[in-house]
């Protein structure tokens, strides 16, 4: 269960405070699949970050399975993204100098999974997101988007998190590899019940998950 | 794959910038080591040097060197003066003489040649005219070179204990009419121990022969200082002071004293200060180098230290990445470090090689160099013709000297190389600790907002 009470985030900025986010109140259970629509600068790739945390709010608390984690202390933050959480970026941002195996194994190795399996599981990992084996040791330049994104997401799977953040997982996509990726995280979702939030611009996209929430100017307009 | 593979591996990413910045921080080590390479033997010269140049200092007579010159032989008040400024630990007094045919029934074992007519062309016969057209007239002979002294071995060439070949030494410290003649000498005029000459009107006893492995040397006569004294009739005279300082660190001091108490009277020397003037030179080739070292190394951690934070800027973004999938600020640090180390330590190894190679020819180049300007500049001083035995053994000493000088050959010692290791060591560490300064600054949200 993760619960966000009352968030607010606000920037200082040459030109005057800039308020992210106004109070957001959310709670998404465990394993549902989520989407956050909204337009450019209405605060949704903020809020990701904060469920993510990589950053913090300026004020409220988000609650995830009985941890406040805006509390917790850096290194048991860096813990938290490793162990319970995997990010889909909209640019991949794969490792460029590292295969994709090595891509997944680096995961593997920041959430505490042995070495001596590291490759097994980032090689099922790959299979399984449709990675097939001559395209593991390549590097993400001599992959396709689609490719990058799948790997992205074996990546995120890696130390099997609770909630997968997936900040416009499709945006940088043709429609149809888009779909495909789509229907993988969704598929993920109802297999292995894992929470996904999914940050998108695409209305067909959200329309498909389980609940959707519209952010405005930094509020939630809809749930 | 750990921390360390990935930190070498990403040290290797770009080829050609890793190659440039290599090749740089290379060249920045070679300099370092070459120019410890030369500092380390240019000193150990100078210490060589400076040790080697003793403890002696020399006094004469203002204006006069061994039989030449003119002015007022040193006196005995001068001699006590000397004997008793602080650090000068012994004193031995010289008074030169030459016996010629009216002198003595001793005839010189040394022929006059051209170059003793020429010296003696003013007491010949017709001089004025001599003078005027400078034609060398035949003297009757040449002279015999008589050495008074307090102590007979200074007349060793060798710097030791004078070479009696029969006989025994005599007492510098005595008033007989003694003396030790040299081997040549000796044998031209058929002199053993116990034989008798007879020189300035009174009979001589020859208690010794002594070598030297010096013509001009062993064709003379040692007696002690006092005889020669009584026998010129110059009661007190010497004409050269040989003094010896209790420590190398006092010579300066005992000179400087020196040259006040007597006061303009005498020419005072010494082979450390003459030494000191010789290595200046290679002092200011080891200021010079150490210098080289500090700018080699700055440059050096300047390299690795831009060459770094360029690499921290332009991956940026992946660094908020791997703290985003949990990478702890220890990890990204770890993989820059090593990252900057391997930079580093392929840089060192072809620096060092490259270092051996040049510090060679770099030490030899800066020391002739030095030396080609220093000999034009440096005045010289030669014993001259009848100069005290302690004098013409200054002047050989000093031609050695200036020889040695540019005989530093350049050598790579444990310590060098460890103290070339200790600035690589720490060119990497100044180099690495802003960059990952840097990188642990760098918060993952920022860096994925600007997408």
Same mark, same amino acid.
Request: a positive charge.
């Given at each position: 269960?993760?619960?966000?009470?009352?968030?607010?985030?606000?920037?200082?900025?040459?030109?005057?405070?800039?308020?992210?986010?106004?109070?957001?109140?959310?709670?998404?259970?465990?394993?549902?699949?989520?989407?956050?629509?909204?337009?450019?600068?209405?605060?949704?790739?903020?809020?990701?970050?904060?469920?993510?945390?990589?950053?913090?709010?300026?004020?409220?608390?988000?609650?995830?399975?009985?941890?406040?984690?805006?509390?917790?202390?850096?290194?048991?933050?860096?813990?938290?993204?490793?162990?319970?959480?995997?990010?889909?970026?909209?640019?991949?941002?794969?490792?460029?100098?590292?295969?994709?195996?090595?891509?997944?194994?680096?995961?593997?190795?920041?959430?505490?999974?042995?070495?001596?399996?590291?490759?097994?599981?980032?090689?099922?990992?790959?299979?399984?997101?449709?990675?097939?084996?001559?395209?593991?040791?390549?590097?993400?330049?001599?992959?396709?988007?689609?490719?990058?994104?799948?790997?992205?997401?074996?990546?995120?799977?890696?130390?099997?998190?609770?909630?997968?953040?997936?900040?416009?997982?499709?945006?940088?996509?043709?429609?149809?590899?888009?779909?495909?990726?789509?229907?993988?995280?969704?598929?993920?979702?109802?297999?292995?019940?894992?929470?996904?939030?999914?940050?998108?611009?695409?209305?067909?996209?959200?329309?498909?998950?389980?609940?959707?929430?519209?952010?405005?100017?930094?509020?939630?307009?809809?749930? | 794959?750990?921390?360390?593979?990935?930190?070498?591996?990403?040290?290797?990413?770009?080829?050609?910038?890793?190659?440039?910045?290599?090749?740089?921080?290379?060249?920045?080590?070679?300099?370092?080591?070459?120019?410890?390479?030369?500092?380390?033997?240019?000193?150990?010269?100078?210490?060589?040097?400076?040790?080697?140049?003793?403890?002696?200092?020399?006094?004469?007579?203002?204006?006069?060197?061994?039989?030449?010159?003119?002015?007022?032989?040193?006196?005995?008040?001068?001699?006590?003066?000397?004997?008793?400024?602080?650090?000068?630990?012994?004193?031995?007094?010289?008074?030169?003489?030459?016996?010629?045919?009216?002198?003595?029934?001793?005839?010189?074992?040394?022929?006059?040649?051209?170059?003793?007519?020429?010296?003696?062309?003013?007491?010949?016969?017709?001089?004025?005219?001599?003078?005027?057209?400078?034609?060398?007239?035949?003297?009757?002979?040449?002279?015999?070179?008589?050495?008074?002294?307090?102590?007979?071995?200074?007349?060793?060439?060798?710097?030791?204990?004078?070479?009696?070949?029969?006989?025994?030494?005599?007492?510098?410290?005595?008033?007989?009419?003694?003396?030790?003649?040299?081997?040549?000498?000796?044998?031209?005029?058929?002199?053993?121990?116990?034989?008798?000459?007879?020189?300035?009107?009174?009979?001589?006893?020859?208690?010794?022969?002594?070598?030297?492995?010096?013509?001009?040397?062993?064709?003379?006569?040692?007696?002690?200082?006092?005889?020669?004294?009584?026998?010129?009739?110059?009661?007190?005279?010497?004409?050269?002071?040989?003094?010896?300082?209790?420590?190398?660190?006092?010579?300066?001091?005992?000179?400087?004293?020196?040259?006040?108490?007597?006061?303009?009277?005498?020419?005072?020397?010494?082979?450390?200060?003459?030494?000191?003037?010789?290595?200046?030179?290679?002092?200011?080739? +080891? #200021? &010079? =180098?150490?210098?080289?070292?500090?700018? @080699?190394? *700055?440059?050096?951690? $300047? %390299?690795? !230290? /831009?060459?770094?934070?360029?690499?921290?800027?332009?991956?940026?973004?992946?660094?908020?990445?791997?703290?985003?999938?949990?990478?702890?600020?220890?990890?990204?640090?770890?993989?820059?470090?090593?990252?900057?180390?391997?930079?580093?330590?392929?840089?060192?190894?072809?620096?060092?090689?490259?270092?051996?190679?040049?510090?060679?020819?770099?030490?030899?180049?800066?020391?002739?160099?030095?030396?080609?300007?220093?000999?034009?500049?440096?005045?010289?001083?030669?014993?001259?013709?009848?100069?005290?035995?302690?004098?013409?053994?200054?002047?050989?000493?000093?031609?050695?000297?200036?020889?040695?000088?540019?005989?530093?050959? +350049? #050598? &790579? =010692?444990?310590?060098?190389?460890?103290? @070339?290791? *200790?600035?690589?060591? $720490? %060119?990497? !560490? /100044?180099?690495?600790?802003?960059?990952?300064?840097?990188?642990?600054?760098?918060?993952?949200?920022?860096?994925?907002?600007?997408?």
């Amino acid at each position: 269960m993760l619960t966000v009470d009352k968030v607010s985030k606000s920037f200082t900025t040459p030109g005057g405070t800039v308020h992210a986010l106004q109070d957001v109140t959310l709670s998404v259970k465990t394993g549902e699949f989520v989407s956050i629509i909204g337009k450019s600068g209405s605060g949704k790739s903020t809020l990701l970050s904060i469920l993510g945390a990589l950053d913090t709010p300026t004020s409220g608390s988000i609650i995830v399975d009985d941890t406040e984690i805006n509390t917790l202390s850096g290194r048991k933050q860096t813990t938290y993204r490793a162990s319970k959480i995997g990010f889909v970026f909209q640019q991949y941002n794969l490792i460029p100098n590292l295969s994709a195996l090595e891509n997944v194994m680096l995961a593997l190795e920041f959430g505490g999974y042995p070495a001596s399996s590291r490759l097994d599981r980032a090689t099922q990992l790959l299979h399984s997101v449709g990675i097939e084996e001559d395209q593991q040791h390549r590097r993400p330049s001599r992959l396709s988007g689609g490719q990058q994104q799948r790997v992205s997401i074996a990546r995120a799977l890696a130390n099997q998190p609770a909630y997968i953040l997936a900040d416009e997982p499709t945006g940088n996509l043709d429609s149809v590899t888009g779909k495909k990726i789509f229907d993988l995280l969704h598929d993920l979702s109802r297999s292995q019940k894992t929470t996904i939030i999914v940050v998108t611009h695409d209305l067909d996209i959200a329309g498909k998950t389980d609940r959707t929430f519209t952010l405005q100017n930094g509020k939630i307009t809809t749930k | 794959m750990n921390v360390v593979t990935r930190g070498i591996k990403n040290a290797v990413r770009s080829p050609i910038k890793t190659g440039a910045i290599v090749l740089m921080f290379a060249i920045s080590i070679a300099l370092i080591l070459s120019m410890l390479v030369a500092r380390g033997s240019v000193l150990r010269k100078v210490d060589e040097v400076k040790a080697n140049a003793g403890t002696s200092i020399t006094i004469t007579p203002a204006g006069i060197v061994g039989d030449q010159g003119g002015g007022e032989a040193l006196t005995t008040a001068q001699i006590t003066i000397i004997k008793n400024t602080a650090n000068v630990s012994s004193v031995t007094s010289t008074l030169t003489d030459r016996l010629g045919t009216t002198d003595t029934n001793l005839t010189s074992s040394l022929a006059l040649g051209s170059f003793g007519a020429r010296q003696q062309r003013f007491e010949a016969p017709n001089s004025s005219a001599s003078e005027s057209t400078g034609a060398a007239h035949p003297a009757p002979t040449s002279r015999i070179n008589v050495t008074g002294t307090s102590d007979p071995n200074s007349i060793a060439t060798n710097g030791g204990v004078l070479t009696i070949s029969s006989g025994a030494t005599i007492d510098g410290n005595s008033s007989d009419n003694i003396a030790l003649v040299g081997a040549t000498l000796a044998t031209k005029n058929n002199l053993a121990v116990n034989s008798t000459f007879t020189a300035y009107g009174k009979t001589i006893t020859v208690k010794g022969i002594y070598t030297t492995g010096n013509a001009f040397q062993d064709s003379g006569i040692i007696m002690p200082i006092a005889t020669v004294q009584t026998l010129t009739a110059q009661p007190g005279a010497v004409n050269n002071v040989s003094a010896k300082v209790n420590s190398s660190d006092n010579v300066a001091s005992t000179v400087a004293t020196l040259k006040t108490t007597l006061a303009g009277k005498a020419d005072i020397t010494s082979q450390a200060e003459q030494a000191a003037t010789s290595v200046s030179s290679l002092e200011s080739i +080891a #200021t &010079l =180098t150490l210098t080289g070292v500090i700018a @080699a190394a *700055g440059a050096g951690a $300047l %390299i690795i !230290l /831009l060459a770094m934070i360029l690499v921290v800027r332009e991956r940026r973004r992946e660094i908020g990445v791997i703290k985003a999938i949990g990478g702890s600020n220890k990890k990204v640090i770890g993989q820059f470090i090593v990252e900057g180390l391997t930079m580093t330590v392929i840089g060192a190894v072809i620096g060092f090689a490259l270092g051996i190679a040049v510090s060679g020819p770099m030490t030899t180049s800066l020391v002739s160099n030095s030396q080609n300007s220093a000999s034009t500049t440096s005045p010289t001083r030669g014993g001259g013709p009848g100069a005290g035995g302690f004098e013409g053994g200054f002047a050989r000493a000093q031609s050695q000297l200036t020889t040695n000088l540019t005989q530093v050959s +350049a #050598t &790579l =010692t444990p310590q060098i190389l460890m103290s @070339a290791i *200790g600035i690589t060591l $720490l %060119i990497a !560490l /100044l180099g690495s600790a802003i960059p990952a300064w840097l990188t642990a600054r760098i918060r993952p949200a920022e860096v994925l907002r600007t997408e």
